[in-house]
């Protein structure tokens, strides 16, 4: 049974930094899409960033290239985004999701039912 859990969330001024993870049990991940999406209040889901499977590549958003940055730890089965330069506008639930490869990821990710409860990042000053 496919299994995610985010941590890491908080609240911090613009400019701040905060590191996600996600603990995923229950598959090989690094066999599946892995990515982070997020959704603010009154706003639509959107694909963040996304390991293709088996690490072949990145991809990330335009509002957080140059900032995010997503990493997966395979012995860990564990997936990460560290957040740089924070701003308001990053202010959001971030899910972790996961999905098979169908290619793309960011639609079967964004579709995907395979998510966490979500954790909350609100950037504020």
């Known amino acids: 049974q496919v299994h995610l859990v985010e941590s890491g969330g908080g609240s911090v001024p613009p400019g701040g930094s905060l590191r996600l993870s996600c603990a995923a049990s229950?598959?090989?991940?690094?066999?599946?899409?892995m990515g982070w999406i997020r959704q603010a209040a009154g706003q639509e889901r959107e694909g963040v960033a996304f390991?293709?499977?088996?690490?072949?590549?990145?991809y990330y958003s335009d509002s957080v290239k140059g900032r995010f940055t997503i990493s997966q730890d395979k012995d860990k089965n564990t997936l990460y985004l560290q957040m740089n330069s924070l701003q308001h506008d990053d202010t959001a639930m971030y899910y972790c999701?996961?999905?098979?490869?169908?290619?793309?990821?960011?639609?079967?990710?964004?579709?995907?039912?395979?998510r966490g409860q979500g954790t909350q990042v609100t950037v504020s000053s």
């Open positions: 229950g598959f090989a991940s690094q066999s599946y899409c």
């Open positions: 390991i293709y499977p088996d690490g072949s590549g990145t």
């Open positions: 999701a996961a999905a098979g490869f169908s290619a793309s990821c960011l639609g079967p990710l964004l579709a995907s039912n395979y």
